[in-house]
């Protein structure tokens, strides 16, 4: 689990969301206007802090990508935001309510200040550009200011920190393993320094070993450079190892919100307890399968 010292004011005994939030979702409700509107989320109120990693959880369908996509103002219809604001919170001291951007200000916010790793992002690179024009591309669009030569050495600087070497640039997705293109994506989310990346399902499809570097890679840099997170995921063992708070979903609304080690320990709601239930145990105690939890179970 993380332990959430850089995000908590301790001089003033309250937790960053509180007193330095860079995120505020209020009352939103999202809308898919069909032959019968289908209310995919409804009425989700959530904070995120600065430098805070916020695990979202919950089961398939439950709203968790609907809500990332609000956020990023993402949706096409028949969704729809049918109440609520979402507003982001500059480290400059300003705040933006996100309905209002539009056209060339919606383009200049997405990926400057909040970016997105989606959901089968490895499969998002485009399979017949190299690996350096696709990230090149990010800073031909929101830096033109950047000479070829800068924009060259920016994306291997990328690579480097999230551990692929910068001779990788010249490769096509095709010859990077499922790995090495996770983390590329996730390099391209980080390259304009946004203040907020949402994960959505970002470790999904990957085996368990290179899953658990992808979350230190996340981990390291968040501590580096100091972004917030959202992660996305159902896999909530996944979360407590990550994340400092999390809020668990559940057709749509969210049914509890806390530290991610009281949400494993002292759980609240009964979703909450059947979802901790659900997963296999690692030491032979029914639901006890986080690593290096109260001394139990040994650290990959």
């Not at 990693?53 to 369908?61: D, F, M, R």
């Not at 480097?160 to 490769?171: A, C, H, I, N, T």
Request: charged share 25%.
């Amino acid at each position: 689990m993380s332990t959430p010292t850089t995000v908590g004011d301790r001089s003033a005994g309250k937790p960053i969301h509180e007193t330095n939030p860079v995120l505020t979702i209020d009352h939103v409700s999202i809308d898919y206007l069909a032959q019968r509107t289908v209310h995919a989320v409804k009425d989700v109120s959530l904070t995120l802090g600065r430098g805070e990693i916020l695990g979202l959880a919950g089961e398939s369908g439950c709203g968790k990508s609907t809500l990332a996509y609000a956020i990023n103002r993402l949706l096409k219809p028949p969704a729809v935001v049918s109440s609520g604001t979402i507003s982001f919170h500059s480290r400059e001291g300003y705040s933006i309510d996100l309905g209002a951007l539009q056209g060339e200000e919606l383009r200049q916010f997405r990926w400057d200040r909040i970016s997105m790793v989606f959901q089968g992002a490895m499969n998002s690179l485009n399979p017949v550009i190299s690996i350096q024009a696709q990230l090149e591309d990010v800073f031909s669009t929101h830096r033109p200011e950047l000479s070829k030569k800068e924009r060259r050495e920016k994306c291997g600087e990328l690579l480097e920190r999230v551990g692929v070497d910068r001779s990788r640039l010249k490769s096509f997705p095709h010859e990077l393993s499922g790995g090495m293109r996770q983390r590329v994506m996730i390099a391209m989310a980080m390259a304009l320094d946004p203040q907020v990346m949402i994960m959505d399902e970002p470790t999904t499809a990957l085996d368990v070993v290179v899953q658990r570097e992808i979350l230190r890679e996340i981990t390291r840099l968040r501590a580096e450079l100091g972004f917030a997170v959202i992660f996305i995921t159902h896999d909530l063992p996944l979360l407590l190892e990550i994340s400092d708070r999390i809020a668990v979903m559940k057709e749509g609304e969210i049914v509890e919100l806390g530290q991610a080690l009281d949400v494993y320990t002292k759980p609240q709601h009964e979703y909450t307890k059947r979802l901790l239930a659900s997963f296999p145990s690692l030491t032979g105690d029914r639901g006890d399968f986080a690593r290096g939890t109260h001394g139990k179970g040994t650290d990959a």
